[in-house]
């Protein structure tokens, strides 16, 4: 017999299929991980295909040398998956393969932990010393608890009774497995009694396609997704449920843990290596049922899928934006049409792309319109920053913020307050030449931290001193860029020296569990204010928060994306959804320098549907997505010359194309990314704009173009990019 391998290496050269025999005494499965020897070395494979013949040479072809574990990693369909992922993408199929397992498995680093324990010897009469307290302590401490951990043992009795205990064969050691399940207190949920809106939407998901649930922040879509999941389990099925990272919040999991228990597994980057592991064996084994995490988590290795969710599915982090470049909306697509289940996207800001499905007809849309706690949505009040500044006020609130802030103090509540930059400030200049300073790596501007006194670049991570005099023509005069969340507790802090005010950003959420110690710390403070940056928007459910601030809010709204209006939006309407979401009525002051746009008025009124409307004509009449595909080709190196050559090779084989599919093209040029350098690597770009009808083809036809002409390491599509950086 003979096996196709794919070779766990990231080489354009071994991207394809590779035959080996498989030798009698090794038995093996397809999905399998091997040995297989490759040229001078030994290097890993995925067995994809077992068959009789063999194409390549007979005499030449090579034997499999053994197998990494005994059990077939990769289930068939995730096989398939792996095929519709390398066309739809055009990945290297190693890539995607690597996507399905956790990493520390593939790395080896991550084994099965075991624990030792002891247990007493029944089979031998004990003679202790007298003198020994000890060792009878850890007799009789035994003999009422049938066994123990050696760790625990050791640290109630000493070692040394322990070894000498063992050594006379009183006790005996076993070996045990141990789980390193991430922690999360498991909350009691109660069943609440699903209102008019939860109930049709539960009714309503049954068929093998795809739901569009539109609820208003808080109409309770947490509570549809566990009974529809509850269902899927009676059923004999298991679910996924995606939510974004920032979503995973302890909160929902102990909700899920307390409604499911052990039967929940969750996966996301805060685990440690060996809690992924073990959490990814425990849903492979079937022990698990449900897998709960980001992105990533949609590769969750279950079968007999009975329903598959993505909460918040608007939100950006569901497309992938590094290597392996992908979107989960598909990936979910695919394996809910593959185990005939259906597939939930829920959101209380759909994306303009799914609505405008749902609007096709090939979503099915369901709405949840009114809050569980039968509230109205908080006001949303419009401030205009430039009123602020002729009436004198150029700090970074608005009077009626503090106003507003005085309010919550004094009633002893909370507010959160958003702002999407982190740092104190987002540039340095000079006022006097204009230099800024920029990462000696990145063509981007460095921000100012003020807690550690340093210039940081947001690309890299790299650190800079902060000026004091200007590099190019000295002078002192400093100027700092727009106002970060550093920037905003400072000032809190010093108008309200007693208000508990805490923040919450990439910066203070680095360590493990720091996430959980700053929302805890808000939910047990009164009167406290939260500032943060979209880390904040997402998933909260603080019974005392009353007031929303949203310092900045035209940030997102000027990127040269044609995404950012939808964007906006969908930021104003999550941070508002915070607001006064129990008893307490809930209030939201949106401070703005274009108080006149559009975005505005619909978002201040929740109007989405207004939104949409006025959002599609646009992009219709301006043909954007999603009534035409945008495609970036991203060449990047060391080498700037290299890139640009390529660059220029590639251009001019899809030129011609641009002939072929004149009706079709509607946009196609080659430039420097707006970023031009990011960690010492040159980028440049071909950008092309075309219609939906002939769009397969077109992309086919440059994939093959450039796979000519370059090596894909340093190439990268993306369709649709979210980040034009
Ligand atoms: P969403 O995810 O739609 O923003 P959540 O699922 O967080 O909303 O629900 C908002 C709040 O409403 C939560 O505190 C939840 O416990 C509560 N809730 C949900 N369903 C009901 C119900 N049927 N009756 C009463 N309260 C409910
Ligand atoms: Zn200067
Ligand atoms: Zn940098």
């Known amino acids: 017999m003979f096996a196709d391998v794919i070779i766990d290496q990231d080489a354009k050269a071994l991207d394809k299929v590779f035959e080996y025999i498989i030798p009698e005494n090794i038995d093996i499965t397809i999905g399998m991980r091997v040995y297989v020897p490759f040229s001078t070395r030994i290097l890993q494979g995925f067995v994809v295909n077992i068959k009789d013949n063999c194409n390549y040479d007979n005499s030449k072809v090579k034997k499999i ?112 497995k141990i789980k390193r399940t991430p922690f999360y207190l498991s909350t009691n949920t109660k069943k609440v009694q699903l209102n008019y809106g939860q109930q049709n939407a539960l009714n309503s998901i049954k068929e093998n396609r795809t739901y569009l649930l539109h609820g208003v922040t808080g ?49 996301h980057s805060g685990l440690s290596s060996g809690e992924k ?41 569901y497309i992938s934006e ?19 289940c259906p597939l939930v996207l829920g959101s209380a800001t759909p994306s303009i792309d799914s609505y405008e499905k749902a609007k096709q007809g090939t979503y099915k849309l369901i709405e949840m319109p009114i809050r569980a706690n039968g509230k109205e949505l908080p006001k949303i009040q419009i401030v205009d920053m430039m009123n602020e500044i002729r009436m004198g006020n150029s700090g970074i609130f608005s009077n009626q913020l503090l106003a507003e802030l005085i309010n919550v103090i004094n009633n002893k509540k909370q507010a959160m307050i958003f702002i999407n930059r982190r740092g104190f400030s987002s540039f340095m200049r000079c006022r006097d030449c204009g230099y800024i300073a920029k990462c000696s790596d990145c063509d981007v501007s460095l921000v100012y931290h003020r807690e550690d006194n340093r210039l940081k670049c947001h690309y890299c991570g790299k650190q800079f001193k902060v000026l004091d005099k200007c590099p190019k023509c000295g002078s002192d005069k400093i100027k700092y860029g727009a106002v970060g969340t ?76 044609y995404r950012s209006t939808e964007r906006t939006f969908q930021l104003i309407t999550q941070v508002a959804g915070r607001a006064g979401r129990s008893e307490n009525e809930g209030k939201v002051i949106l401070q703005t320098y274009s108080p006149k746009h559009y975005v505005y008025k619909f978002a201040s009124n929740y109007d989405y549907k207004g939104f949409f409307r006025k959002e599609e004509n646009i992009r219709e009449t301006a043909q954007f997505p999603p009534f035409t595909k945008i495609l970036r080709i991203l060449f990047s190196d060391f080498d700037e010359n290299y890139v640009r050559d390529l660059l220029k090779i590639c251009y001019t084989e899809i030129e011609k194309l641009k002939t072929k599919y004149s009706d079709d093209i509607i946009y196609f040029d080659a430039m420097k990314s707006p970023i031009k350098k990011i960690m010492d690597k040159y980028r440049y770009q071909i950008m092309l704009r075309y219609k939906l009808k002939n769009a397969d083809n077109i992309e086919k036809e440059i994939f093959e173009i450039v796979d000519k002409t370059a090596s894909k390491s340093s190439v990268f599509f993306e369709v649709n990019p979210q980040n034009l950086s």
């Open 219 to 267: 109409s309770g879509k947490t509570e549809v997704y566990m009974n529809l999941i509850e269902n899927v389990l009676k059923a004999g099925k298991n679910a996924i449920m995606l939510v974004p990272e920032i979503s995973l919040t302890p909160q929902i999991m102990s909700n899920f843990k307390g409604r499911f228990g052990e039967l929940v597994a969750v996966l």
């Open 277 to 317: 592991f073990d959490e990814w064996k425990r849903l492979f084994s079937g022990e698990a049922r449900i897998a709960i995490g980001a992105r990533s988590a949609i590769f969750a290795p279950l079968d007999n899928l009975g329903i598959i969710i993505v909460d918040e599915e608007h939100e950006q982090s």
């Open 486 to 561: 550093e920037q905003v507790v400072h000032k809190l802090k010093e108008l309200f020296p007693l208000v508990k005010i805490l923040r919450m950003d990439n910066d203070t959420t680095m360590t493990k569990n720091s996430h959980q110690k700053i929302l805890n710390e808000f939910k047990n403070s009164l009167p406290a204010i939260l500032v943060g940056t979209q880390m904040i928007a997402k998933g909260h459910d603080f019974e005392n928060v009353v007031l929303v601030g949203i310092v900045d809010a035209d940030q997102s709204l000027y990127h040269a994306d």
């Open 65 to 176: 040398i053994s197998k990494v574990e005994d059990f077939s990693a990769i289930k068939p369909e995730m096989l398939k998956l792996m095929q519709f992922m390398a066309n739809k993408y055009h990945l290297k199929l190693a890539s995607i393969l690597r996507l399905f397992l956790p990493s520390e498995m593939r790395e080896g680093k991550v084994k099965e932990l075991f624990e030792n324990y002891y247990y007493l010897n029944k089979n031998i009469d004990f003679k202790i010393n007298k003198n020994a307290i000890k060792q009878q302590q850890l007799l009789d401490y035994l003999s009422e608890k049938e066994k123990e951990k050696s760790s625990v043992l050791a640290d109630l009795f000493g070692y040394s009774a322990l070894k000498s205990l063992f050594e006379k064969k009183y006790i005996l050691k076993e070996q045990q």
């Open 322 to 340: 590094s290597n392996p470049r992908y979107d989960t909306h598909d990936v979910a697509e695919f394996r809910a049409k593959e185990n005939n």
